[in-house]
């Protein structure tokens, strides 16, 4: 079992910063990938980024490129998210999400995880 707890969102204005952090326990030498999601009300999880355990590959989607890094401190067990230049389109519930290899599934896939955090609620105004 792998254990995933998501902080750091909040509110805050249109062009402003937050970071988000998931602290990872249990078991996750099994794990291969870890990412992050976001759902916004009404809408479906999306795949926002991704990083490859072993090589820290990193992958993001199209909408986020260049204005959110992610990253991983094994230190702390911990997982980032920095998300700078925030627009409200970015409001949504975000969650930190870990998951075996899988070659048939995209990483932005949500099948392709196992573990699932609670989420933390991000809301951007304008």
């Known amino acids: 079992q792998v254990q995933l707890v998501e902080s750091g969102g909040g509110s805050v204005q249109a062009g402003g910063s937050l970071r988000l952090s998931c602290e990872v326990s249990?078991?996750?030498?099994?794990?291969?990938?870890m990412a992050w999601f976001r759902q916004a009300p009404g809408k479906g999880r999306e795949g926002v980024a991704v990083i490859v355990i072993s090589g820290s590959i990193t992958a993001y989607a199209d909408a986020v490129k260049g204005r959110f890094t992610i990253s991983r401190d094994n230190a702390r067990h911990t997982l980032y998210l920095r998300m700078d230049s925030l627009k409200p389109d970015d409001t949504a519930m975000y969650f930190c999400?870990?998951?075996?290899?899988?070659?048939?599934?995209?990483?932005?896939?949500?099948?392709?995880?196992?573990?699932w955090g609670q989420g933390t609620q991000v809301t951007v105004s304008s």
């Open positions: 249990g078991a996750t030498t099994s794990m291969h990938r």
């Open positions: 999400a870990a998951g075996m290899f899988r070659r048939s599934l995209n990483w932005y896939a949500p099948a392709a995880y196992d573990y």
